[in-house]
């Protein structure tokens, strides 16, 4: 399975960015989307999940201000960021966990990363 991230760039503090990742390849059940990041001289973190047929989750430093969406038609999971903040710069990664439908084999997938930086 693979992902295409797209939607980073530079904003201004305060500003807003929404971010999409699409899947694309075999047929398969999605049990988790996912969107995380890197920044400069960290680790990488967990932003914001989505598991299936339940409530997303979010990191602390985001609550109110990100939102994680699915979108199962398309197999799209995008992330809405409102009132960025400088610290929100980071590469953003989308993640979606799942099995192929096919072979019942499990798969964790990444996407390519996107840049998001935020600056006056």
């Known amino acids: 399975v693979q992902l295409q991230a797209s939607g980073g760039g530079l904003v201004q503090p305060g500003g807003s960015l929404r971010l999409s990742c699409k899947a694309s390849g075999s047929t398969f059940n999605i049990n988790s989307m996912g969107w995380y990041r890197r920044a400069p001289g960290k680790q990488r973190e967990l932003v914001a999940t989505?598991?299936?047929?339940?409530?997303?989750n979010y990191v602390d430093s985001v609550k109110g201000r990100f939102t994680i969406s699915r979108d199962s038609v398309k197999n799209t999971v995008d992330l809405q960021m409102s009132s960025l903040l400088p610290e929100d710069t980071a590469v953003y990664y989308c993640?979606?966990?799942?099995?192929?439908?096919?072979?019942?084999?499990?798969?964790?997938?990444w996407g390519q990363g996107t840049l998001v930086t935020v600056s006056s």
């Open positions: 993640n979606i966990k799942g099995v192929i439908v096919a072979t019942l084999r499990p798969f964790d997938s």
């Open positions: 989505m598991p299936r047929g339940g409530r997303p």
